[in-house]
């Protein structure tokens, strides 16, 4: 197991030596406790980020209830969680990294799925899917190409796409009209986002 200071240095590493300060400090502090916590229940980074996907599958099936809303945080926090418990337990592997990938992608088809089933149309869920898949390729992409920054932060990262699908489902819940109108927005932004990878990889690669 590894020293707090330790965990936080093998983290900035494995991001492009980001720097550890505000939210990103908040939130390794919590990853490193859940680390101690999963490596005493002896729990692999890989069951979690299975839960995660088992989680954002639940989110799809329950989408008409409360229960879908629950599903997609602890979906959202098997995921956070995975990468830091792998390099908590040093298990952090290449293997590990893409399973990680692909799973989120997966996850985020069956959130979008979900809104699918209480009434956004198909073709709207599809772009969504499409347009935050396209931006991890294009990240992934550059990694593979040698760029090791970690890039422009976008506002539709990862968290911020559960965010949306979190309001339209309580919206939905709540029978509070719109619904279609959040997740135009969201589709918007995810659009700005996507544009903004782009325009980064344009740059490093020039």
């Known amino acids: 197991m590894l020293t707090k200071e330790e965990f936080y240095t093998k983290w900035s590493s494995l991001h492009g030596d980001a720097a550890i300060t505000g939210v990103v400090a908040g939130w390794l502090k919590i990853s490193y406790r859940f680390g101690l916590v999963a490596t005493l229940l002896r729990i692999s980074p890989n069951v979690l980020t299975l839960l995660g996907l088992l989680s954002a599958a639940m989110t799809a099936l329950t989408a008409s209830t409360w229960w879908a809303v629950l599903?997609?945080?602890?979906?959202?926090?098997?995921?956070?969680?995975?990468?830091?418990?792998?390099?908590?337990?040093?298990?952090?592997?290449?293997?590990?990294?893409?399973?990680?990938?692909?799973?989120?992608?997966?996850?985020?088809?069956?959130?979008?799925?979900?809104?699918?089933?209480?009434?956004?149309?198909?073709?709207?869920?599809?772009?969504?899917?499409?347009?935050s898949a396209f931006q991890e390729y294009a990240r992934a992409k550059l990694v593979s190409l040698g760029i090791s920054d970690i890039g422009v932060?976008?506002?539709?990262?990862?968290?911020?796409?559960?965010?949306?699908?979190?309001?339209?489902?309580?919206?939905?819940?709540?029978?509070?009209?719109?619904?279609?109108?959040?997740?135009?927005?969201?589709?918007?932004?995810?659009?700005?986002?996507?544009?903004?990878?782009?325009?980064?990889?344009?740059?490093?690669?020039?």
Not at 110 to 131: D, E, K
Not at 181 to 205: D, H
């Open 153 to 206: 932060v976008t506002p539709a990262e990862r968290p911020m796409r559960a965010s949306f699908i979190f309001i339209i489902l309580i919206l939905e819940l709540l029978n509070i009209p719109g619904v279609l109108y959040v997740a135009r927005i969201y589709l918007l932004i995810q659009i700005i986002s996507f544009l903004m990878v782009i325009r980064y990889a344009r740059v490093q690669l020039r």
């Open 71 to 131: 599903f997609l945080v602890f979906s959202l926090f098997c995921d956070g969680i995975d990468g830091s418990v792998a390099i908590f337990q040093k298990r952090d592997s290449a293997w590990g990294a893409t399973l990680d990938s692909v799973v989120d992608r997966i996850s985020e088809a069956f959130w979008l799925f979900g809104l699918y089933t209480i009434g956004i149309p198909a073709w709207l869920a599809i772009c969504l899917w499409s347009i």
